[in-house]
């Protein structure tokens, strides 16, 4: 069984510049959550979806950042433009509702 | 408000040494409860998990934990810690219905020293 897959799984771009952030639920997972880590803040909830409906953003620590699910298996997180605090590393995390959450390997994401 | 609490931030423990790591949540209902581990560079992976039944719960690499439902707890325990143990843990806690998110704790990073 294939677990949650993050593309990519490194990022390096320069401030400014638009990073899309991609993941794919595990087969038959109707939840789907971001979280970002850092050394400072530790590990964060940006936003969850459940059934592709947003549920909860006040994580999203402001308009740069946007979170969609356009189908039920997959979700794509952006950052439009990046900053250099927003280096960190991305993690998208999925389950089904009362399961337990399966973690992504992550996009560590290094803004110049 | 939910919440978890993690109270040691830092342990550090020789080989061989016994390990306690402290949880304590605050939820309203019932609740499913769960420990991750996270080895230096890695991702989040589910070390044990408490859905119901018998509060003690064992789980990989000889790790368990006891849920205290009157104390609000879910300590995890490893008799004898090794080298490769070294990671930071996060204890999160869960609705046991619908859709809700799991709240996790600050997390605990654990160095075992060789």
């Known amino acids: 069984d294939a677990g949650v897959i993050q593309s990519p799984r490194h990022e390096v771009t320069e401030m400014g510049q638009e990073v899309t952030l991609r993941c794919k639920l595990i087969?038959?997972?109707?939840?789907l959550f971001w979280y970002r880590q850092t050394m400072m803040r530790g590990l964060e909830l940006l936003i969850y979806f459940n059934n592709n409906v947003p549920i909860d953003d006040s994580g999203m620590p402001e308009d740069r950042f946007s979170a969609k699910m356009p189908n039920a298996s997959f979700s794509t997180l952006k950052i439009q433009p990046s900053e250099p605090r927003d280096s960190a590393v991305y993690f998208c995390?999925?389950?089904?509702?009362?399961?337990?959450?399966?973690f992504g390997p992550g996009t560590r994401l290094t803004v110049l | 408000a939910q919440s978890v609490s993690q109270h040691n931030h830092h342990v550090i423990l020789s080989e061989a040494a016994s390990l306690e790591l402290g949880c304590n949540y605050s939820y309203g209902g019932t609740v499913n409860l769960f420990w991750y581990v996270q080895y230096p560079g890695q991702h989040l992976q589910l070390l044990l998990k408490y859905f119901s039944g018998d509060p003690l719960v064992k789980g990989i690499k000889g790790f368990e934990a006891e849920f205290i439902k009157s104390k609000f707890s879910f300590n995890l325990r490893k008799p004898s810690v090794q080298w490769s143990d070294t990671a930071e843990y996060f204890c999160a806690v869960g609705a046991r219905t619908g859709a809700n998110n799991l709240f996790f704790g600050t997390g605990t990073r654990l160095t075992v020293i060789p």
């Open positions: 087969s038959g997972h109707n939840s």
């Open positions: 995390a999925s389950r089904i509702a009362g399961g337990t959450q399966y």
